[in-house]
């Protein structure tokens, strides 16, 4: 089974990598999550303790700027968005609105909301990076856009027309399980079933509230093996449930949260009717890159390249000359290659890493 999958994710690669074109006119993109997804957002907020605008982050983007990604040069909005045919992601929100100029015109293509340490919950981060835009708060914001939308079509129902062609992308969850895992989480002391059904209904709320805004075409990312990130593998280096040194609770909620994201967005498309999404397995699809980590031209699947398990990437860490080669640039976050090779499987994969559609499907690009 395992090697058939692997295969089968090496045989869309190969294809992708000869096949790429442009696609046509591409929808407006509206980005929702945490650091995989956020593209400086945090930068905009003085007391947020989770940035990455330092360097080494950036070392391999343009002028080795630190923008704010977590990553040594771009993450996974921008590889996703650039098989849409954009150059990159959005700028975040929190940059488009300094802007009044430009802020009706760029809205219209899109705007980033993503923001590291952010989770579900919108108690998520606050104990651990002082402040941080939780998902609940993204949607707020992307409300007010909403709102401006229809400042310039003067009717609801052209704004509907608008952001039903747009496409939401998020990716969200991760830090909401580490920090029940640290024991971190508001209130304390809830049971894993509590944890599980306060996380399952959040999510929904939030789902059905960008629904309720004219959202129609989403792409969620489901949680990756947060277990075997370089953080986890320090910290819960004690931990009695240990397999491959990846930390096994937090693999086990990684793929419960899969579980659980593909019940409701079944659950919940076959209430509305109107929307079209892919859910991607994120865990599954990193596992299989790891299990077979050198046909994808990884050395290092374990550590981070820059800092290490417990050290934050940042200017005074030592980080690896061989990018490409790992899977984590930092303690927590992919390198640039590990994103790209996740967005290609996101086009290109069939229905056991993307249901019930890839990307490509989604979208209407031609590969
Ligand atoms: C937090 O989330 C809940 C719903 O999950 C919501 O009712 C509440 O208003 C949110 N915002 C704040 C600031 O607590
Ligand atoms: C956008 O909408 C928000 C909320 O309605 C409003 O405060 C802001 O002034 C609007 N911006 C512009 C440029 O219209
Ligand atoms: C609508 O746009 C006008 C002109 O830009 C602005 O003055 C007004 O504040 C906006 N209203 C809202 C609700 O965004
Ligand atoms: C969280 O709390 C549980 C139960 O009290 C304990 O077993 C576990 O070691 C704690 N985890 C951390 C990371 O402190
Ligand atoms: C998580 O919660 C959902 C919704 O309450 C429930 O359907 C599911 O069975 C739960 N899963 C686990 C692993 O507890
Ligand atoms: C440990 O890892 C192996 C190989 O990845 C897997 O087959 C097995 O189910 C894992 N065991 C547990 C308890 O998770
Ligand atoms: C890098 O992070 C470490 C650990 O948080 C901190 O002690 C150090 O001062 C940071 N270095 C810089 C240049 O910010
Ligand atoms: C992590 O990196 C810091 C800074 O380079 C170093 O002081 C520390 O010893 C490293 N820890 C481990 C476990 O390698
Ligand atoms: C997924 O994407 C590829 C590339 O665009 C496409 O050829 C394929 O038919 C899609 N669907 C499935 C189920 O593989």
Same mark, same amino acid.
């Given at each position: 089974?395992?090697?058939?999958?692997?295969?089968?994710?090496?045989?869309?690669?190969?294809?992708?990598?000869?096949?790429? &074109?442009?696609?046509?006119? !591409?929808?407006?993109?509206y980005? /929702?999550?945490?650091?995989?997804?956020?593209?400086?957002?945090?930068?905009?907020?003085?007391?947020?303790? &989770?940035?990455?605008?330092?360097?080494?982050?950036?070392?391999?983007?343009?002028?080795?700027?630190?923008?704010?990604?977590?990553? =040594?040069?771009?993450?996974?909005?921008?590889?996703?968005?650039?098989?849409?045919?954009?150059?990159?992601?959005?700028?975040?929100? /929190?940059?488009?609105?300094?802007?009044?100029?430009?802020?009706?015109?760029?809205i219209?293509?899109?705007a980033?909301?993503?923001?590291?340490?952010?989770?579900?919950?919108?108690?998520?981060?606050?104990?651990?990076?002082?402040?941080?835009?939780?998902?609940?708060?993204?949607i707020q914001q992307f409300s007010s856009v909403r709102s401006n939308i229809t400042n310039m079509t003067?009717?609801d129902?052209?704004t509907d027309?608008i952001l039903?062609?747009a496409?939401?992308?998020?990716?969200?969850?991760? =830090?909401?399980?580490?920090?029940?895992?640290?024991?971190?989480?508001?209130?304390?002391?809830?049971?894993?079933?509590?944890?599980?059904?306060?996380?399952?209904?959040?999510?929904?709320?939030?789902?059905?509230?960008l629904?309720d805004l004219g959202a129609?075409?989403?792409?969620?990312?489901?949680?990756?093996?947060?277990?075997?990130?370089?953080? &986890?593998?320090?910290?819960?280096?004690?931990?009695?449930?240990?397999?491959?040194?990846?930390?096994?609770?937090?693999?086990?909620?990684?793929?419960?949260?899969?579980?659980?994201?593909?019940?409701?967005?079944?659950?919940?498309?076959?209430?509305?009717?109107?929307?079209?999404?892919?859910?991607?397995?994120?865990?599954?699809?990193?596992?299989?890159?790891?299990?077979?980590?050198?046909?994808?031209?990884?050395?290092?699947?374990?550590?981070?390249?820059?800092?290490?398990?417990?050290? !934050?990437?940042?200017?005074?860490?030592?980080?690896?000359?061989?990018?490409?080669?790992?899977?984590?640039?930092?303690?927590?976050? !992919?390198?640039?290659?590990?994103?790209?090779?996740?967005?290609?499987?996101?086009?290109?994969?069939?229905?056991?890493?993307?249901?019930?559609?890839?990307?490509?499907?989604?979208?209407?690009?031609?590969?």
């Amino acid at each position: 089974m395992a090697k058939t999958c692997i295969s089968r994710l090496l045989v869309v690669f190969l294809s992708l990598a000869v096949s790429l &074109a442009a696609a046509a006119a !591409p929808p407006a993109v509206y980005i /929702l999550g945490d650091s995989t997804l956020d593209v400086g957002t945090n930068d905009f907020i003085p007391e947020c303790q &989770a940035r990455a605008d330092v360097s080494f982050n950036g070392i391999d983007f343009p002028y080795s700027e630190p923008t704010g990604r977590f990553s =040594n040069g771009l993450n996974t909005a921008d590889e996703i968005v650039m098989l849409m045919g954009l150059k990159r992601s959005p700028p975040p929100f /929190l940059h488009l609105v300094q802007n009044p100029s430009t802020f009706k015109s760029n809205i219209l293509k899109g705007a980033n909301f993503a923001s590291g340490g952010s989770g579900i919950l919108n108690t998520t981060g606050h104990y651990n990076y002082k402040r941080v835009i939780s998902l609940e708060e993204q949607i707020q914001q992307f409300s007010s856009v909403r709102s401006n939308i229809t400042n310039m079509t003067g009717s609801d129902a052209q704004t509907d027309a608008i952001l039903s062609k747009a496409f939401f992308l998020i990716s969200i969850g991760s =830090n909401d399980i580490f920090e029940y895992l640290l024991n971190l989480t508001v209130p304390p002391s809830m049971t894993i079933p509590e944890f599980n059904a306060t996380l399952v209904s959040t999510y929904e709320y939030h789902l059905k509230t960008l629904y309720d805004l004219g959202a129609r075409t989403f792409g969620i990312l489901t949680v990756p093996p947060i277990g075997c990130t370089p953080f &986890a593998r320090a910290v819960f280096s004690t931990a009695v449930y240990h397999n491959d040194s990846c930390f096994v609770p937090a693999q086990q909620f990684a793929q419960a949260f899969y579980t659980e994201a593909l019940a409701l967005l079944q659950q919940f498309s076959s209430q509305v009717h109107d929307i079209r999404y892919s859910l991607a397995n994120t865990y599954l699809m990193t596992t299989t890159m790891m299990e077979d980590m050198f046909a994808f031209g990884f050395k290092d699947i374990s550590s981070a390249c820059c800092g290490n398990g417990t050290y !934050p990437c940042n200017q005074t860490a030592s980080f690896c000359s061989n990018r490409d080669e790992y899977l984590f640039w930092d303690r927590f976050h !992919p390198t640039q290659r590990a994103s790209e090779l996740a967005a290609l499987s996101l086009f290109g994969a069939s229905e056991w890493l993307v249901s019930p559609m890839n990307f490509s499907q989604l979208l209407g690009v031609n590969m």
